[in-house]
């Protein structure tokens, strides 16, 4: 059993930035960040694999957001930058079934997810 937790989400206006935090109880494998808003499906956002060394970033969030991990914490970050109003979503931390980025775009590959933080993008 895995347990994420994610913080770090809020309120902000556009332009502005959040960093959400994502806690595990362990993590040897790959992670990723997902976003769902109200009444859409939920979206892949970005994923990293256990060395850190491999990322994929939605094209939506290129260049605007960065992922991070410390395997020492057991965490995983994502800086937001330049946030747009069409960011508002709730976001979830995610577990995947691999260590590599494997089909990591695919929600079916992330076998423990966590409760979702709260992400408010004002205009």
């Known amino acids: 059993q895995v347990h994420l937790v994610e913080s770090g989400g809020g309120l902000v206006q556009a332009g502005g930035s959040l960093r959400l935090s994502c806690a595990a109880s362990?993590?040897?494998?790959?992670m990723g960040w997902f976003r769902q808003a109200p009444g859409k499906e939920r979206e892949f956002v970005v994923a990293?694999?256990?060395?850190?060394?491999?990322?994929y970033y939605a094209d939506s969030v290129k260049g605007r957001f960065t992922i991070s991990r410390d395997n020492a914490k057991n965490a995983v970050y994502l800086q937001m930058n330049s946030l747009k109003p069409e960011d508002t979503a709730v976001y979830y931390c995610?577990?995947?079934?691999?260590?590599?980025?494997?089909?990591?775009?695919?929600?079916?590959?992330?076998?423990?997810w966590g409760q979702g933080t709260q992400v408010t993008v004002s205009s």
């Open positions: 995610a577990k995947s079934i691999y260590r590599t980025l494997i089909n990591s775009k695919t929600a079916d590959r992330y076998d423990y």
């Open positions: 362990y993590s040897v494998y790959a």
């Open positions: 990293i694999d256990y060395e850190g060394e491999k990322i």
